[in-house]
């Protein structure tokens, strides 16, 4: 990242008093554990923080240090607007009109990222952007206590599924060991966000994998509504079943269908390496990652499975066995 991009952000941060953080609707562990950790460390510094997630924070993240502090609720006014994980203006879930003012600073490791904000720290290579902030937060004159290194350990368990990605380099690795002796609780965060389940995301899952199916390589399945009612699901994402799916042996590209309230409907894509999922979400409006991808689409369920599997038919090849 070029100096003058960190020293401008620094000045700017250090002039503001009332900040407003912004991260992604459906927050994953990257998107709540950056919101938090620049909240935590700001705040650190004697800033007024006012960290904001459309949905608030889901139940599994609410051990996190500052989660109490998220509100669903823009303030009307601040001195500065900061988007984190938040590949695009769209991303944060709501009405770009209604946000109080341009984004200042957009921090952000994603390749679909539009350098949509006045200051852009995009890093297509960090694994998180939890990682980015790593390096950032001392760059800006703040402090990593155990309680932001918490934060930024829970990005980067998640996004990297428990170092397991591709994403993951030697730095991802040094940066979690000075995480832990910084007291980041690593074994409980790993724990609490990647391996512990509970019952009703289970049962969730189940009407999911009853519906899989497979074809040339591509497997994929559907979530509704409906189904979320009848188990008591209180969200409206996928409880990870995506991640499960993507461990299946010879496939080359996995996708759910999440069905939304106001016809709409939520695509998720995992890939194997070398099937790029990232250009086919952000032909239908979304973005990401080479090997894992979303967008949220207008139409019904039937209609967007249609547009989707066509569309991704296009970029695989099918393998001799698969095919057979
Ligand atoms: P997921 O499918 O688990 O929601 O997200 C996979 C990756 O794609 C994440 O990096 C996420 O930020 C990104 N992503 C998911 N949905 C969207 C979307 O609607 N727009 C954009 N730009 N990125 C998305
Ligand atoms: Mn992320």
Do not use: C
């Not at 206590?145 to 990005?155: I, K, P, Q, S, W």
């Not at 189940?206 to 994929?220: C, F, Q, S, T």
């Not at 979304?286 to 499975?305: F, L, R, S, Y």
């Amino acid at each position: 990242m070029a100096e003058t991009t960190i020293e401008k952000a620094k000045a700017v941060l250090n002039a503001a008093q009332q900040v407003i953080i912004l991260s992604h609707e459906r927050p994953d562990g990257d998107a709540i554990g950056s919101l938090l950790a620049l909240t935590l460390s700001l705040e650190r510094a004697g800033k007024n923080v006012t960290p904001v997630l459309l949905e608030g924070v889901p139940s599994r993240f609410r051990f996190l240090p500052g989660a109490d502090k998220v509100t669903s609720k823009i303030p009307s006014n601040g001195d500065l607007l900061i988007l984190v994980d938040a590949a695009d203006l769209q991303r944060t879930g709501f009405p770009v009109e209604t946000l109080p003012r341009q984004p200042d600073i957009n921090i952000d490791h994603h390749p679909t990222n539009t350098d949509y904000a006045d200051i852009n720290i995009v890093n297509h290579k960090a694994s998180a952007t939890t990682e980015i902030l790593f390096d950032v937060i001392p760059q800006f004159g703040l402090e990593i206590d155990t309680y932001v290194a918490t934060n930024l350990m829970t990005g980067l368990i998640t996004d990297t599924i428990g170092f397991r990605t591709d994403s993951v380099t030697p730095r991802t690795l040094e940066i979690a060991s000075e995480l832990i002796s910084l007291g980041a609780p690593m074994a409980e965060i790993y724990a609490r966000v990647l391996n512990q389940r509970n019952f009703v995301s289970v049962q969730y899952w189940g009407k999911g994998l009853n519906r899989l199916e497979k074809e040339n390589g591509i497997l994929w399945t559907s979530l509704t509504i409906e189904d979320r009612k009848a188990v008591g699901y209180p969200g409206s994402d996928d409880a990870d079943l995506v991640n499960l799916l993507a461990t299946i042996e010879g496939i080359q590209v996995v996708m759910i269908f999440i069905e939304q309230i106001g016809g709409k409907v939520k695509v998720s894509w995992r890939s194997r390496p070398g099937v790029d999922v990232a250009a086919i979400a952000f032909s239908f409006g979304g973005g990401g990652h080479e090997q894992a991808a979303g967008a949220t689409i207008e139409g019904d369920m039937q209609e967007v499975q249609e547009r989707v599997l066509t569309a991704t038919r296009g970029i695989i090849s099918p393998s001799p066995e698969e095919s057979a």
